[in-house]
């Protein structure tokens, strides 16, 4: 038995949990999501690595107590090593590294993709999803990355295709910013769009934004969304900003047609490659903070199951960056025996 004490701390969550090997089980997690980012409409690097400095301590300190342990009972530490932005990283790893160090156990270093992929298997209460079969497809939105794998056993997987510029995430973010609302805007764009009624008002283009190689421009999809709104006169595309305030039923309509343009991207992209694939993939799993979106995550499952695949969702604690993830990952590797050095870098 082992339990491994996961630390995440790559953007603007500093994030801790506690995976129990035995009981194939999360005890406890808790992550504080950074509120210093919102007057300026993104994650400002320098505040983050401060604000996770601040933090780190007492977040992994009410975790163990809430996982009823103490730092003397953890066997492993599991933490993100790559990729995010250095300064946060680097929080994380050498507290990491120096708990690892003070108590003579094991530090295992996990990418942060890797956590987001396998998050799929973790249930609301923290138990492990014996449900999703591999091989599988994966599709991970984020703010920081999009991308579509085939998954083919813990640990085990293949890129297919990413965004070339802009993820998911950042388009919704972007664009909530541009219409008039704070970071992060996803969850924004979600309530607006319900409020137009998932109506596609504008038809923002969408063919030209996807690719045959299951690559995605997000960056491309957010100028057409500019472009539009200029032409209707509410954008200076010399500035690239809002010249007026945009009316209630504007700002729900763009939401709405930008988030059932993203979801005909993601919905062509996921029954093309189960249909290359034949139907020998029976399982799809929808992972990172755009995975909360429920209306993505009903129409992915509806296209998922018209070629006869089931779709997996994470619970949304465990979409958006969260240390849970990362204590599963550190778990199996930790049985694989992947240690890493305490001279382990971030990326
Ligand atoms: O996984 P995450 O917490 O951080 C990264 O690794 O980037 O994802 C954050 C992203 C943000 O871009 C946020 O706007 C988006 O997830 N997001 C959503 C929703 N909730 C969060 N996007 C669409 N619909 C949502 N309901
Ligand atoms: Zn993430």
Redesign the pocket.
């Known amino acids: 038995m082992a339990l491994i004490l996961g630390i995440e701390s790559s953007?603007d969550?500093t994030a801790a949990a506690v995976f129990d090997t035995a009981q194939q089980k999360i005890l406890a997690y808790r992550t504080y999501s950074q509120q210093t980012h919102l007057e300026y409409g993104g994650v400002v690097p320098e505040l983050a690595s401060r604000s996770h400095l601040e933090k780190i301590g007492p977040v992994v300190a009410l975790t163990l107590k809430q996982a009823n342990c103490t730092i003397q009972d953890i066997t492993a530490i599991a933490v993100t090593s790559k990729p995010g932005l250095a300064g946060s990283l680097l929080v994380g790893l050498c507290y990491a590294k120096g708990l690892a160090f003070a108590r003579n156990i094991p530090l295992i270093a996990v990418n942060h993709l890797e956590g987001h992929i396998f998050s799929s298997f973790l249930n609301l209460d923290g138990t492990v999803r014996t449900e999703i079969p591999f091989p599988h497809l994966c599709l991970t939105a984020?703010?920081?990355?999009t991308a579509l794998y085939l998954v083919t056993d813990f640990g085990e997987f293949t890129l297919l295709g990413q965004t070339r510029d802009d993820a998911a995430?950042?388009a919704?973010?972007k664009i909530a910013k541009l219409i008039g609302f704070s970071y992060?805007?996803?969850?924004t764009?979600?309530k607006l769009a319900r409020e137009a009624g998932f109506r596609d008002v504008y038809t923002y283009p969408r063919n030209k934004f996807m690719s045959t190689d299951y690559s995605f421009s997000f960056s491309g999809l957010k100028t057409a969304v500019l472009y539009d709104l200029a032409k209707q006169g509410f954008v200076d595309l010399k500035t690239g900003q809002r010249t007026t305030l945009l009316t209630a039923e504007i700002q729900q309509n763009v939401a709405s047609s930008l988030l059932i343009c993203i979801g005909d991207i993601f919905e062509k992209t996921i029954v093309n490659a189960l249909e290359e694939a034949q139907h020998k993939i029976e399982a799809v799993t929808f992972v990172?903070?755009?995975a909360?979106?429920k209306y993505l995550g009903a129409l992915l499952a509806l296209a998922a199951e018209r070629c006869k695949a089931t779709l997996f969702t994470s619970p949304p604690p465990f979409?958006?960056?969260n240390a849970a993830m990362i204590a599963f990952v550190g778990a199996y590797k930790f049985t694989k025996g992947e240690i890493a050095p305490l001279d382990v870098d971030i990326f």
Not at 142 to 145: A, L, P, T, Y
Not at 184 to 187: H, L, N, R
Request: include cysteine; charged fraction near 20%; proline fraction near 4%.
């Open positions: 953007c969550d984020s703010g920081g990355h995430g950042e919704f973010d992060p805007g996803g969850a764009i979600e990172g903070g755009v909360c979106n979409c958006t960056d």
